[in-house]
């Protein structure tokens, strides 16, 4: 397994939001996400890259041991150089451009000279379609544009896997189907991935397995077609239906 979690536990002022987790994922392997708000899964991505602490759980990543509560923080920074996120609402630098958004991880995480990261993220951006925007500040782009910008970011360092946190949430929807075509691309090209998201359709054609959540705990997994037609848990089922009842 590239990646494995054990008894994971996150609370914020008393309240507990993640109640004993245990996930895995192997190397290749893309898992979807679902479940109401509030029910705990971006916490868990969090948790994954150390954006917050958990109070207990240990991680196994691709051989490396790590107390989940009390890690070093030369742990963090491995972590953190072989995983990159990708959040709902791009959090991108305002103060630089497209192009300095891609550079900046390749010159200070990666170290490589100015000009080999403006190489680099020229041809990752050209390949999006995003030529003309390589001198544009995140405000004179628009949601998807910044949000491909997001994700060009975090491809570019080459990680061992990229977490997705609602990525289409915050896009208007003719700027959906961009985003996640750039997502479908990175599935065929064997990127690991976990993908927080509603977007079921979505779901169902490039997951492997899709987990869900509730109140904390994963309640129920399995691949696509068989969660979606024919979920187990009761409380699977009333999800599904109240979200297809949405949409």
Known sequence: ML?????LHKSFNGRKILKGIDFQIDKGEIVVMIGP??????????NLNFLEHADRGQMDFAGHQINLDKPAKKEVQWVRRHSAMVFQNYSLFKNKTALQNITEGLIYAQGMTKNQANAIAEQELASLGLSQQFQLYPAQ?????QQRIGIARATVLNPEI??????????????????????????EAGQTMIIVTHQLGFARQVA?????????????????QELFDHPQNK????????????N
């Open 208 to 224: 492997d397995r899709i987990v869900f959540f509730d109140e904390g705990k994963i309640i129920e997994e399995g691949a696509p």
């Open 3 to 7: 990646l494995t979690v054990n008894d």
């Open 37 to 46: 708000s509030g029910s705990g899964k971006t916490t868990f991505l969090r």
């Open 162 to 187: 990229i977490l997705f946190d609602e990525p289409t949430s915050a896009l208007d929807p003719e700027l959906v189907g961009s985003v996640l075509g750039d997502m479908r691309k990175l599935a």
């Open 235 to 246: 409380r699977t089922a009333q999800f599904l239906t109240a979200l297809s009842n949405a």
């Open 141 to 145: 782009l628009s949601g998807g544009q």
